[in-house]
């Protein structure tokens, strides 16, 4: 007999999640989707109507307990929370601001601020942001981290662009010191950054950079410009729900604390790349590494592809970057790799040959001097196992 297993979510988490759920119908699991919208005592009436062995949800606030307390086997898909009797699943949101902060000092980039919309996972985001930038640059930060919370954003459609920016926000974002480097905690509010600047004359992203979270390409993809965005590694988190699910109905014990999946890194659009780096051979010399990096090419190859001098642009690299031109080429394959490593199933050996390493061997070396662990293990502890 099938297992019938209820849906409670919005159309947005839904649609994120799908893909890694349908393998689970192979193994005799039954959908079914009711939208997390709905008035909870509807809801509770369909849900009762239905007896669904299991229940698979989305956070939100003052419906989830509720939902909770139906009694069903439950799987809750974005929380760190951790319930009684209950599976949560999460990415890292520390991690996620972490991301951002680490492809801005990358960047260059000297001074930051940050918005959120004031729940839970946007403080955990902005913490991470705050805490990465301050253990990289410390003292040498030109001004303080500024930070800004937008509350009202959060209770409009995801994909929808209907919240107006307050005239407060729009004097914090006026006064910001400027060149900025702006993580905004999740993709809307990134939009709203984007149109505010256009609305008010200011360049991005050479006067204001901005980094979403979540990497919507329905938000990020239709912004101008176009929004880049901390990637959520969404089917792994689809496949962690429905194996949590699964395990659940087979009996088997559960977990004693949240998993937690890490953020498969920074996706580079218009909003803040390398483009807006104002030297001239260091924007050449960075779109040539970005163009080039599946392919074995080095410093020298750099040089005479762009008729550079070797020991200017190190010199640039130094002084804009604070690292060599090789460490950077070693930084962004590393960051490739991560991504592959969350977000396919490929072995160690096709993903260091996709980020542009020679061997699996080298790509461990390499790996394991910028992120202190070895692929597999950042792998592992990045799918929350």
């Known amino acids: 007999m099938n297992e019938q297993i209820a849906i409670v979510m919005s159309e947005e988490f839904l649609r994120r999640i799908t893909p890694s759920l349908v393998p689970f119908v192979l193994e005799r699991q039954d959908f079914r989707v009711l939208h997390i919208d709905r008035d909870f005592e509807e809801l509770a009436s369909l849900l009762q109507e239905m007896q669904p062995s299991g229940l698979i949800t989305e956070w939100l606030p003052d419906i989830t307990e509720d939902l909770i307390n139906l009694g069903f086997p439950t799987v809750i898909a974005d929380t760190d929370i951790q319930y009684n009797d209950v599976v949560s699943i999460d990415v890292d949101d520390w991690a996620v601001g972490a991301e951002a902060a680490e492809a801005f000092i990358q960047a260059g980039f000297r001074n930051f601020a940050c918005v959120g919309n004031g729940t839970p996972y946007s403080e955990q985001r902005i913490a991470g942001f705050s805490e990465r930038i301050q253990q990289s640059l410390g003292d040498t930060l030109e001004h303080p981290i500024s930070s800004y919370s937008e509350p009202r954003i959060r209770n409009a459609g995801y994909s929808e662009y209907v919240v107006k920016a307050s005239t407060t926000f729009i004097e914090w974002l006026k006064a910001v010191p400027k060149p900025v480097a702006l993580f905004a905690v999740h993709d809307p509010i990134g939009r709203l950054i984007c149109g505010v600047c256009r609305e008010l004359g200011i360049e991005v992203p050479n006067q204001v950079a901005v980094i979403g979270a979540n990497n919507d390409e329905l938000v990020c993809g239709l912004t101008y410009p176009m929004l880049s965005s901390v990637a959520i590694p969404w089917n792994g988190l689809g496949a962690r729900v429905g194996e949590a699910m699964f395990s659940m109905l087979a009996g088997e014990p559960l977990p004693d604390e949240p998993i937690l999946l890490k953020p498969s890194g920074v996706i580079l659009r218009h909003s803040a790349n390398h483009l807006a780096v104002p030297d001239t051979e260091l924007r050449r010399a960075m779109s040539y590494f970005s163009e080039n990096l599946q392919n074995p090419i080095g410093v020298g190859q750099l040089c005479d592809a762009l008729k550079l001098g070797r020991r200017s642009i190190e010199r640039k690299f130094r002084s804009f970057f604070d690292c060599t031109p090789w460490e950077m080429l070693c930084r962004m394959r590393v960051d490739h ?49």
């Open 337 to 385: 790799a991560k991504k592959l490593l969350v977000d396919t199933n490929h072995p160690i050996s096709l993903v260091a040959e996709l980020s542009g390493f020679n061997d699996p061997e080298r790509m461990a070396v390499v790996f394991k001097r910028v992120e202190k662990t070895s692929p597999s293990s950042w792998r592992k502890r990045a799918l929350g196992g």
